[in-house]
């Protein structure tokens, strides 16, 4: 089909009707592409798996950061709650059971959240070849503009978090110590607490994007919901933020030791 | 009377590369719409033998969504309204405008500011659609419609799929429009038996068509000329999922 007639829309190029002078240009529109089909092709269904996998590791997260805390109790309390989450269910378990099924569901929601951004973010720069020479912005906060690159720096630390406090292959005291000793040995380093603290302002970004991006994405958000599930993002990704930084912050300013 | 400098995208078609180039224009007056100012400088282009500068219109009364047109970064330009109603009185006097056509992969551009939207026809023919008898217009009132419902979907249908949430979204994503298209035609009794095809589809559609997914930023709501709100495309979030788990399958 070519389009010629004045009134077929995305084909009719006007010069103007001051002069009754119209330039048609005639153009084959693009053929009708077939959309893939599969379920997880869908970029709608991409975004629930990673809204559901983002709010498995926020819960993750509040758990985990209601641990931390016991650091304020002294190393001995510290240590016997990492001992304690190694010995759940026992002796109905083996040892170790709860924390493996966390450390599975956790990497799965990880590799999944990730696989879904990646894919997201390829189809998002197939939709824009060439870019704009000028553009503005009207609305978008700074925390939605971050997500990606923060997400991508939030991987890192992960990868990070796991060498330094959970395997000691790059902390300072390395494996042979208790985990209150390793959690002491890296905020004492200056530069290794500043990689923390920067990552976690960038968690705290990523959440108040992320948990409103979630609701929407679940289909949760209307006009009348739109200020309780952005305060209940702000309030969540604050708390996390503070809740994790008191530790590190507490160690450099020598409240812990 | 105010005069401008424009710096307008030029290229010549779809294969080659285009660049932006500066004109100047004089005697426009601030009653003008933007698209009369176009037709001035087209007028002295013209005149001075040279290749006009084409850009998409048709209604100039807001309601065909044809004259999209980025002006200095923002979809349509300062007002939320069309470009065809953006008059002159909204830019002073010397001001330098830089003006481009939409810029997505599903938008391919024609020739300098007019683009190929017949993505948007393909989204609707996927599933913008309901089945009814034709003939005899049935009585209004044999089918109730919730007021809540029948508002939303007003709404909804003013969408005039003029492009500028695509354009304005980093994404480059289309998913305002669809979800303004699955919503008005879903939230009617009329769309019922399409409804949970309808939403796969046209998702399906809107994804093939180079455009991106949606990451909540809120560009495109925000300079909709229609208003069309962020709660849509929840709206069609939550008609999706509920599809899937309904058991439909997205064919094509
Ligand atoms: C592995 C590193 C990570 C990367 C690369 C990453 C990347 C992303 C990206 C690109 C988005 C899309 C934003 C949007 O669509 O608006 C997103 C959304 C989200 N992220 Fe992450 N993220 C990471 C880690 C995390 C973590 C650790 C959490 C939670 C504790 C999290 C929670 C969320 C949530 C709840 C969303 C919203 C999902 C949605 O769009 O519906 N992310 N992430
Ligand atoms: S949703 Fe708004 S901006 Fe997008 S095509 Fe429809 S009217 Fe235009
Ligand atoms: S020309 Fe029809 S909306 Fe502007």
Redesign the pocket.
């Known amino acids: 089909m070519s389009c010629v007639t004045v009134r077929s829309p995305g084909c009719h190029v006007g010069t103007g009707l001051t002069f009754g002078l119209v330039a048609t240009v005639t153009t084959q529109p693009a053929q009708r592409r077939a959309p893939k089909t599969g379920r997880f092709d869908s970029s709608v269904v991409k ?2 798996v ?2 559901v ?3 498995i ?2 819960l ?2 509040l758990a985990h950061m209601v641990g931390n805390l016991k650091a304020f109790s002294g190393a001995e309390a510290f240590n016997s709650y990492s001992g304690w989450i190694r010995t759940i269910g026992e002796p109905a378990l083996p040892a170790q059971t709860a924390l493996w099924i966390i450390r599975i569901v956790l990497l799965a929601a ?1 590799v999944l ?2 696989w ?3 894919s ?2 390829r189809q998002a720069r197939r939709a824009r070849p060439v870019p704009y020479v000028t553009k503005k912005r009207v609305q978008q906060s700074f925390a ?1 503009r971050t ?2 690159w ?3 720096i ?2 890192l ?2 990868i990070w978090h796991i060498l330094d406090l959970t395997l000691g292959a790059v902390n300072p005291v390395g494996y042979d110590s208790t985990p209150y000793d390793r959690l002491i040995a890296s905020f004492s380093n200056i530069p290794i607490t500043l990689f923390y603290v920067v990552s976690m302002v960038l ?1 705290g970004l ?2 108040r ?3 409103f ?6 289909g949760q958000t209307n006009k009348r919901r739109e200020r309780a599930v952005n305060g209940l993002a702000y309030v969540v990704a604050g708390v ?1 933020t503070v809740g994790f930084l008191l530790v590190p912050l507490s160690v450099v300013f020598g409240l812990i030791d | 009377m105010m005069s401008l400098t424009l710096r307008i995208w030029r290229q010549r078609d779809r294969t080659k590369k285009g660049k932006m180039v500066t004109y100047h224009v004089t005697d426009v007056s601030p009653d003008m719409s933007f698209l009369e100012m176009l037709d001035v400088l087209n007028e002295k282009l013209i005149l001075d033998g040279d290749d006009p500068v084409a850009f998409d219109h048709d209604c100039r009364e807001g309601i065909c969504g044809s004259c999209g047109l980025m002006i200095n970064g923002i979809a349509h330009g300062p007002e939320q309204a069309t470009v065809c109603q953006l008059h002159m009185r909204s830019f002073s006097d010397g001001d330098v405008l830089d003006i481009e056509p939409w810029r997505a992969g599903g938008f391919p551009v024609v020739k300098d500011l007019a683009v190929d939207r017949s993505a948007f026809d393909r989204i609707i023919s996927a599933g913008g659609f309901i089945s009814a008898p034709t003939g005899t217009a049935p009585e209004a009132h044999s089918t109730p419609v919730p007021k809540k419902n029948s508002d939303a979907a007003f709404d909804a249908a003013t969408c005039i799929g003029c492009g500028a949430c695509v354009a304005a979204c980093p994404n480059g994503s289309a998913m305002l429009f669809t979800a303004a298209k699955v919503s008005h035609l879903g939230l009617m009794p009329q769309g019922q038996p399409e409804r949970d095809a309808r939403v796969l589809k046209m998702v399906a559609q809107q994804d093939a068509e180079d455009f991106g ?5 809120g560009e495109c709501s925000a300079v909709c000329p229609k208003g069309i709100s962020m709660e849509t495309i929840s709206r069609l979030n939550h008609d999706l999922l509920g599809a899937l788990r309904a058991g439909a399958v997205p064919m094509s």
């Open positions: 975004k629930t990673m809204a996998s983002g709010i590791m926020i993750y997260l990880v959240h990730f879904a951004a990646i997201l973010w939605s997500v990606r923060g997400g991508l939030l991987a630390f992960i968690l990523h959440l994007h992320g948990i991006a979630a609701t929407q994405t679940l996390i | 997914g949606c990451s909540n930023i």
